[in-house]
């Protein structure tokens, strides 16, 4: 039977983001399971110019690439050499990233099975201050010449792997909890770095096969993640939690399957070292189960406001000071305006805004897209006729020569396509189990809030259903996601609609 095959790689880069850096070398060092038995470095011209700071930390420098070979002039060998090999790195989907990308520049579609040493070194030598390869290579005894270079550290992490594959052979006679200071001298002391044992090849055993297999298939999982606690993760609709080794929060997100969407989370390559860190962070996972995917929208929202995840960049925003507000003047035209948000003052705005700025755009949107006014919109200052009125695009509301029955018209479209069909409602939907429902609180255009309630909760006006709700907060985003949630009509969710 054939030897399995690993292509151990590293890679040195412009950058951190596979999407616009590129390759400035690669080191390929093929292992058989027991030895290294082929290798292969070269630099690499990016194409472009390397920035300081990576000089600084590879000591490869603009001129060294000048006349080294692009990545085009190299692929081929690359694919030759790494063809029916399991793709091996210490942070693998840092490296696969980047050569997938340079290989899809090219056309082509590169493809392996990938291994993590981070990963397969957590599994098989806990307790370690820190799995950097610089560190863990310091701590177990191998040595690393040319740090930050791609030759010294794909071989760093071939002995590396070597010395995993032999703690899943040379040790499948040790006690069960034995430690990891007497596993490693005993996998040192049998099978030193380099050398076959004595007596020929030895076969695989099982133990060592069922880790390099399992390593493959948990290669996309964060290192610190279990896939015990993967295959947990409940098919159903909620939000989840990510947390980092000091049970932090570092992101929530919500599903309609959890499992499913946190499987996606891992499978995504990596786009950058931010996401590669932010993935290597993830040390637990919770979860909290909604039935309601609108439930689920809505509670991700307070909760990303609520907890300011470090890696949620979207819906941080907890205060909404600004917002556009309807008013009547005394010609009987209706004005959209722009201005501040003030708690103490009892008039609502029709959406809430991040700042005044924001509020002044989105009403110069409406503005256009509608043919309303900028003089009654409070956007154009002037005693006279609108500058749109001037080069035609007002119908002159502003000097009185468009009746307020007409204008209006168009400022109630407006006014539908950031509000809700009706001011006061209740959105009915699934609940965490048959015998449980949720509602949904929108009154006079404000969301109010939800709750779980028995499925015989029954409700004949707007004030049994205030009394049952968990109160939250009306903004912008709660304004939005319940938009376009309705406009969706999901199948079992019932509307019920007060005057």
């Not at 596993?183 to 049998?190: F, K, N, Q, S």
Request: proline share 4%.
């Amino acid at each position: 039977m054939r030897r399995a095959l690993y292509a151990i790689i590293d890679l040195e880069t412009t950058g951190g983001q596979p999407t616009q850096d590129r390759i400035t070398e690669i080191a390929i060092y093929i292992h058989d399971g027991e030895k290294i038995v082929d290798e292969y470095a070269t630099l690499l011209n990016p194409g472009r110019g390397i920035p300081p700071f990576i000089t600084q930390l590879t000591g490869i420098t603009n001129d060294m690439v000048s006349d080294a070979p692009r990545f085009h002039e190299v692929a081929r060998k690359v694919v030759e050499m790494t063809e029916g090999c399991v793709f091996v790195a210490h942070n693998v989907r840092f490296d696969y990233s980047f050569l997938k990308k340079e290989f899809a520049d090219l056309g082509y579609n590169y493809s392996r099975k990938t291994l993590c040493t981070v990963r397969l070194s957590r599994s098989l030598i806990p307790g370690q201050p820190s799995y950097s390869l610089g560190k863990l290579c310091q701590n177990i005894g191998i040595p690393l010449d040319g740090r930050h270079r791609a030759a010294g550290d794909a071989h760093a992490t071939a002995l590396l792997f070597g010395k995993l594959l032999r703690i899943t052979t040379e040790t499948q006679d040790l006690p069960h909890g034995t430690d990891t200071a007497h596993t490693l001298a005993r996998v040192d002391a049998l099978a030193p770095a380099g050398r076959r044992p004595e007596g020929g090849t030895k076969a695989p055993s099982p133990k060592r096969v069922a880790a390099v297999q399992s390593a493959i298939r948990e290669a996309l999982m964060p290192p610190l993640v279990s896939a015990a606690l993967v295959a947990s993760l409940p098919q159903a609709t909620g939000v989840y939690y990510f947390h980092n080794e000091a049970g932090e929060v570092i992101y929530v997100g919500k599903s309609i399957n959890i499992y499913k969407r946190i499987q996606q989370h891992f499978a995504i390559d990596v786009k950058s070292r931010k996401s590669l860190e932010f993935k290597n962070s993830i040390a637990d996972i919770t979860w909290e189960l909604t039935g309601s995917e609108l439930v689920a929208l809505l509670y991700e929202s307070h909760l990303i406001k609520q907890l300011k995840p470090a890696y949620n960049r979207a819906q941080r925003r907890s205060v909404f000071p600004a917002g556009i507000y309807l008013r009547l003047d005394e010609q009987g035209y209706k004005r959209l305006l722009y201005g501040k948000a003030d708690a103490r003052n009892a008039e609502i705005p029709i959406i809430a805004l991040g700042n005044q700025y924001k509020a002044q755009g989105f009403l110069y949107h409406k503005v256009a897209k509608y043919n309303l006014c900028q003089k009654l919109c409070g956007l154009y200052k002037t005693p006279g006729a609108c500058f749109d009125y001037q080069v035609h695009r007002c119908l002159g509301a502003c000097v009185g020569q468009e009746a307020p029955d007409a204008y209006n018209a168009r400022v109630d479209e407006a006014i539908d396509s950031i509000s809700y069909e009706h001011q006061s409602f209740v959105v009915i939907g699934a609940g965490r189990t048959e015998l449980e429902k949720t509602v949904v609180l929108v009154e006079n255009g404000r969301y109010l809030g939800f709750a779980y309630v028995d499925e015989t909760f029954t409700a004949r006006k707007i004030g049994d259903f205030r009394e049952v709700i968990k109160p939250y907060t009306d903004n912008k985003d709660t304004q939005q996601i319940i938009r376009q949630h309705l406009r969706a009509k999901h199948k079992g969710e019932k509307v019920k609609v007060f005057a």
